[in-house]
């Protein structure tokens, strides 16, 4: 479906990815580690035996810096730094691990970077080893990892399955050495069919490739020849995502000419592409930016509106909170959220004396669980019902911004709820907005959030 100029000049503003609700901008610079101690250990006893528990590991560590990622990383050439990164995590896990009052259901677990892979086998080993020896891990679980395709060895796949990963997600980004070096990441598509030859080989159930729309002298050809590489190898899942223009937060896009990035309507254009193409070779389009095969989990989480949306993105599992261990990791709670200190030195300060790590986060109120679940709802199944007790605030905030949406084609609704349209499917963070009531009632993020297209 074709989108016209003038919706995408009207709908092409700063809005948030919804990973989170209230999305980080709209945490406090602080938080009570004490209230959120006890929260935590509150929820964990809620939870971890009707639910489980998944657990965010980040490993920041990079050779060589990308310079289009967002992501908090450390780059460096010394691997040297891996055994001090691992005692420090390994502390911290130990730190929540005294505060669980029972052995930790895990069904999902992902360690994400940086460059995961950066870490030998053998450390990533110890890590996962060590967490793994006093938890419970359910036959229906996911472990996933993200692997760097210039880096990933047979050995960094086969010692992760066999600690029980079924998943992995390798980063492809744009197949064109024109873009490749614009970016800083060469990566021959040799190198992509390799690894993923060696996963599937080894016994991996689910291969994802994540893919970037709107980087820099990315066009329609360069666009093309990329998802055709992708769809050539047909991995399972495929994460089509909208690159953050953020320079303000992200020094390293200050290296990028600007006049390089696509336009808004030749970035709709790239995102449309690769829609077409994806679905006319058998995927079915989750929504905000993912791709999967009829077969996979993800889609009959989907149809069966069982999906969820984490700081990890779409998930089939339905945890009851997500605990993130390293530098930078957010954790949620559900009654709140906590990111822990963002520098390693911080980090390595609090957890050896003891302390959990967390510096700034929120705790929701009633209204803020409500408006998270509007736009959760959203988000995975693309409906939502109103909740009588929510209309005071979705009349003043939310019933104005819904009616513009639906005159231009992007839901159906009524005081009941709504419905997600076809063409709404572009602009679901558009339509999640209606209900972000932080940013409805401030309107000073300007310069926050990446555009919505």
Not at 235 to 249: G, L
């Amino acid at each position: 479906m074709q989108v016209s100029a003038t919706l995408l000049d009207k709908y092409n503003i700063p809005v948030p990815r919804y990973t989170s609700y209230p999305t980080v901008p709209y945490w406090n610079d602080t938080i009570v580690v004490e209230q959120w101690q006890n929260l935590f250990i509150k929820r964990f006893d809620e939870c971890n035996q009707q639910e489980g528990i998944s657990l965010y590991i980040h490993l920041p560590f990079c050779e060589k810096l990308c310079t289009f990622c967002g992501c908090n990383k450390k780059i460096t050439t010394n691997h040297g730094v891996e055994l001090e990164y691992i005692t420090h995590l390994l502390q911290e896990w130990s730190n929540y691990r005294s505060k669980m009052n029972s052995k930790p259901i895990i069904k999902e677990l992902h360690i994400g970077g940086g460059t995961p892979t950066f870490f030998s086998p053998e450390n990533l080993n110890r890590i996962i080893n060590t967490i793994l020896a006093d938890s419970i891990i359910p036959e229906s679980h996911e472990f996933s990892f993200e692997g760097h395709p210039n880096n990933t060895t047979y050995e960094h796949l086969e010692t992760l399955y066999q600690l029980g990963f079924n998943r992995v997600s390798f980063g492809v980004q744009d197949s064109n050495i024109e873009v490749q070096e614009v970016i800083n990441r060469i990566q021959p598509h040799e190198n992509v069919v390799k690894v993923v030859e060696w996963a599937r080989t080894i016994g991996y159930e689910s291969i994802n490739l994540d893919l970037v729309y709107g980087l820099p002298l990315q066009n329609l050809s360069r666009m093309e020849k990329t998802i055709q590489n992708a769809l050539s190898i047909k991995p399972d899942r495929i994460a089509f995502y909208s690159y953050a223009h953020v320079p303000w937060t992200s020094k390293a896009q200050r290296l990028f000419d600007e006049s390089d990035l696509p336009d808004s309507a030749t970035k709709m254009q790239l995102y449309q592409l690769g829609t077409k193409m994806f679905t006319e070779n058998g995927y079915t389009d989750i929504g905000m930016d993912h791709f999967a095969l009829p077969n996979d989990l993800m889609v009959k989480a989907s149809k069966k509106g069982n999906l969820h949306r984490n700081f990890m993105g779409y998930t089939v599992q339905q945890t009851g909170m997500l605990l993130g261990l390293g530098v930078s990791s957010i954790s949620d709670i559900y009654y709140g959220f906590a990111q822990n200190k963002k520098t390693i030195h911080e980090y390595y300060e609090e957890v050896s004396k003891g302390h959990l790590a967390v510096t700034k986060g929120y705790f929701l109120t009633t209204i803020d669980q409500a408006m998270r679940q509007y736009i959760l709802d959203i988000a995975c199944r693309g409906v939502t019902k109103f909740n009588p007790t929510d209309y005071t605030l979705l009349k003043k905030y939310s019933f104005p911004v819904l009616s513009d949406l639906e005159k231009d084609g992007f839901i159906i609704w009524d005081d009941k709820g709504l419905t997600v349209t076809t063409l709404g499917k572009h602009f679901i963070r558009n339509i999640c907005r209606a209900f972000d009531i932080k940013l409805l009632s401030a309107e000073t993020q300007k310069q926050t959030f990446s555009k919505a297209v």
